[in-house]
């Protein structure tokens, strides 16, 4: 009776380490897909944010153009500061 559970064991531990193999073969193929997915999720997401941020950088490329324009900012200097160039009369020279 051992030795026939010796020879059935000796003849079936191939087997059982191919099955032990082919189990964590499995196992790694799963847990390798899941990992891909999550990254791929987390990387559209990034590249979501980067093209909003891109998108808002236009925005404020534009409003700073518009806002820092000379002319609107002698417009608003005249309308709310009440600033007018100086006349000749009233530029003064200083020489050290």
């Given at each position: 009776?051992?030795?026939?559970?010796?020879?059935?064991?000796?003849?079936?531990?191939p087997?059982?380490?191919?099955?032990?193999?082919?189990?964590?073969?499995?196992?790694?193929?799963?847990?390798?897909?899941?990992s891909?997915?999550?990254?791929?999720?987390v990387?559209?997401?990034?590249?979501?944010?980067?093209?909003?941020?891109?998108?808002?950088?236009?925005?404020?490329?534009?409003?700073?153009?518009?806002?820092?324009?000379?002319?609107?900012?002698?417009?608003?200097?005249?309308?709310?500061?009440?600033m007018?160039?100086?006349?000749?009369?009233?530029?003064?020279?200083?020489?050290?």
């Amino acid at each position: 009776m051992i030795q026939a559970l010796g020879m059935l064991i000796k003849n079936e531990f191939p087997m059982l380490i191919l099955l032990l193999a082919i189990l964590a073969s499995a196992i790694t193929v799963f847990y390798t897909k899941h990992s891909s997915r999550k990254s791929f999720v987390v990387l559209q997401d990034l590249q979501h944010t980067r093209d909003q941020l891109n998108e808002e950088w236009g925005r404020l490329l534009i409003e700073q153009s518009t806002w820092g324009n000379p002319a609107r900012v002698e417009q608003q200097a005249r309308q709310q500061l009440h600033m007018a160039l100086p006349t000749a009369a009233n530029i003064e020279v200083i020489k050290w």
